[in-house]
């Protein structure tokens, strides 16, 4: 499976799940829904920190309840996955092609 099957599969599963949510009306929806994204995004962005901050401290100071610990790291990174996702829909943007381009510039920026 590539990435433009999970874009699919996403962008079908948002027009289910939220009928409208990518049927932008106007600017000011198309901003409001980005912020939308973004402020979700940093949400689990916090989650996922959190399960590592537990980890770390469960590493080093034994004080963390790490039951499920990876599964549950797993799914927030999927949910972070998945926001990335819906924004690239949004922004319409081409994930691999962008994802190339970049690779190149950072290949430049820290070569040894």
Do not use: C, H, W
């Amino acid at each position: 499976m590539d990435i433009k099957e999970l874009l699919k599969m996403q962008e079908d599963f948002e027009k289910v799940a939220f009928p409208d949510f990518l049927n932008i009306k106007n600017e000011e929806d198309f901003y409001n829904k980005l912020l939308f994204l973004g402020v979700a995004l940093s949400g689990e962005v916090g989650e996922f920190n959190n399960l590592i901050k537990k980890l770390y401290r469960s590493k080093f100071y034994k004080k963390e309840n790490l039951e499920n610990i990876d599964e549950k790291i797993r799914e927030e990174f999927i949910d972070i996955f998945i926001y990335l996702l819906t924004i690239a829909i949004i922004l319409n943007i081409d994930i691999e092609k962008e994802f190339i381009k970049k690779l190149e510039i950072n290949k430049k920026r820290f070569a040894k």
